[in-house]
T-cell receptor
Framework: DAMVIQNPRYQVTQFGKPVTLSCSQT?????MYWYQQKSSQAPKLLFH???????NEADTPDNFQSRRPNTSFCFLDIRSPGLGDAAMYLC????????????FGPGTRLLVL | GQNIDQPTEMTATEGAIVQINCTYQ??????LFWYQQHAGEAPTFLSY????GLEEKGRFSSFLSRSKGYSYLLLKELQMKDSASYLC???????????FGKGTRLHILP
């Protein structure tokens, strides 16, 4: 049973061409996270939503935006992808009753040409 | 500053036992996680320690010493499918964020 779903699994975009990655969850968790993970590196938190409250990390570039239209869905928008934005993007969720335990989606691997 | 250290790579033999160490320095501490991540896939939760001591879960055990800023993940009866990266992550800092280490890539030899 899929719990955290990310589409697509692989995304190819062109330098400077906006791209949107999507995440949906069937867990009814109120906290959703977006991480960027580059090869052989730790996942890096970009931002998270606590319900509708958006929390941006201080070092997340302005190029990265997010939307959460409802509890189940969360989007990552990259306005002008650069070559350095090629990475795996991981969506995760947690419940406010157990916020420490995060459930990860399978990730979307982004390639920038 | 905040820092999590773990070995980059380790190799072990099928059926054996391996211990993956993690040391951390954070301005606050509210728990330590271990995640398993197969190549090209998302991390999956293995364990969570917030108190000192050993937590056992099947073939995997995790140990925490808060005074030493130290944890280890112990894998017993290794199987080929255990070949993966193992990420140590700490909840800490002023904002109680999860901070990940770079992971230890574990290779299992037949």
């Amino acid at each position: 049973d899929a719990m955290v779903i990310q589409n697509p699994r692989y995304q190819v975009t062109q330098f400077g061409k906006p791209v949107t990655l999507s995440c949906s969850q069937t867990l009814n968790h109120n906290v959703m996270y977006w991480y960027q993970q580059k090869s052989s590196q730790a996942p890096k938190l970009l931002f998270h939503y606590y319900d509708k409250d958006f929390n941006n990390e201080a070092d997340t570039p302005d190029n990265f935006q997010s939307r959460r239209p409802n509890t189940s869905f969360c989007f990552l928008d990259i306005r002008s992808p650069g070559l350095g934005d090629a990475a795996m993007y991981l969506c995760a969720t947690s419940s406010s009753q157990d916020v420490e335990t995060q459930y990860f989606g399978p990730g979307t691997r982004l390639l920038v040409l | 500053g905040q820092n999590i250290d773990q070995p980059t790579e380790m190799t072990a033999t099928e059926g054996a036992i391996v211990q993956i160490n993690c040391t951390y320095q954070t301005s606050g501490f509210n728990g330590l996680f271990w995640y398993q991540q197969h190549a090209g896939e998302a991390p999956t939760f293995l364990s969570y320690n917030v108190l000192d001591g050993l937590e056992e879960k099947g073939r995997f055990s995790s140990f925490l010493s808060r005074s030493k800023g130290y944890s280890y993940l112990l894998l017993k009866e290794l199987q080929m499918k255990d070949s993966a990266s193992y990420l140590c992550a700490v909840i800490g800092g002023r904002d109680d964020k999860i901070i990940f280490g770079k992971g230890t890539r574990l290779h299992i030899l037949p």
